[in-house]
């Protein structure tokens, strides 16, 4: 016969118990909305890919993969908030090349791109573009160079943020070139090709996707890709390779990551769902055509990705002696 001592003993037993169970054991995952930090402002490239991810892994999960915007100091502010969040798998971020520079250009970044995260895997990479405002009378990259030298110091070029790959690229152009041209950050890409198809700057460096409906409406021209090689999305814009710069290939990555002590069950989760999207032929299809090449990772692979990034950036940063002051 069962006492009331009994069953206040064998309460109190379960709730102990459910105490020391793990969080994630004590539900499925996911039992409510999930955030995916977007570091930069919305229209860019990383938004765009992002973007298409979240609805994509809102059916797989069946649960809202919600998109937050979280821009400033060059996708810092975005990825400290993710490194500091609950280690639950509610809060990602969508990782790039500019947390790899981070380490390198900041003295206090607020995270450290090689401790504070749980890579899941890479998603894409796509090439920059050099481009230049429609009423600029230059049209190549010979054009380019001879109006610069012609002209020193008085061209400007934007980029999405102080520190980002972009900024970092051009900057290795110039001293391939020889040329003396101004750096004017934005807080993201799509600001920056605001103000250049507005003709508030000269010239500018983003990533082909975005910079796509500023090209078709004539408002912007491309002179050059960043890659070896010509991307499909702009076939007839020569790579640099052909334009005296046959060593340069560099472009834009992106991953997805989760904080430093995420569940291991959690990052399979979401590597799935990241392989899932990458192997659909109408999102594979969709990327190429804004430029994206589909770059499917382990996460151990994207981990070690990461750390040759930290390292190839570094000695950008400190070789052209670049601050983020």
Do not use: C
């Amino acid at each position: 016969m069962l006492t009331k001592r009994t069953l206040l003993l064998g309460g109190l037993a379960g709730g102990l118990l459910a105490l020391g169970l793990p969080a994630h054991a004590q539900g499925r995952y996911p039992d409510r909305p999930i955030k995916l930090i977007i570091p930069f402002s919305a229209g860019g490239q990383f938004d765009i890919v992002a973007r298409m991810l979240a609805q994509f892994a809102s059916t797989e999960l069946q649960q809202p993969v919600v998109v937050e915007n979280v821009a400033g100091s060059g996708g810092n502010i975005g990825a400290a908030r993710v490194a500091n969040a609950a280690p639950d798998g509610y809060t990602l971020l969508v990782l790039g090349g500019n947390h790899a520079i981070a380490k390198s250009l900041y003295a206090k970044p607020g995270y450290d791109v090689t401790k504070d995260f749980s890579p899941i895997s890479m998603v894409s990479i796509t090439p920059h573009v050099v481009l230049v405002n429609a009423a600029m009378p230059i049209h190549s990259m010979a054009e380019l160079v001879a109006y610069a030298k012609k002209n020193p110091g008085k061209l400007n070029y934007a980029t999405p943020g102080m520190g980002t790959s972009m900024h970092l690229t051009f900057e290795m152009i110039k001293a391939h070139y020889g040329v003396d041209i101004t750096h004017i950050p934005y807080r993201g890409g799509a600001n920056a090709l605001t103000d250049l198809s507005g003709g508030q700057v000269n010239l500018g460096i983003i990533g082909i996707a975005p910079a796509q409906e500023f090209l078709n409406a004539g408002r912007i021209r491309a002179l050059a890709v960043t890659s070896k090689g010509r991307s499909r999305a702009l076939p007839n814009v020569p790579a640099l390779s052909e334009v005296g710069y046959p060593e340069l290939n560099a472009g834009s990555w992106l991953g997805i990551a989760g904080q430093r002590q995420m569940p291991a069950e959690i990052v399979a989760r979401w590597h799935g769902v990241v392989r899932a999207f990458q192997d659909s032929p109408a999102n594979r299809q969709r990327m190429e055509e804004m430029g994206f090449r589909i770059e499917p990772t382990t996460a151990e692979q994207f981990q070690k990705f990461i750390a040759s990034e930290v390292e190839a950036y570094g000695k950008i940063v400190r070789d052209n002696k670049i601050t983020a002051d």
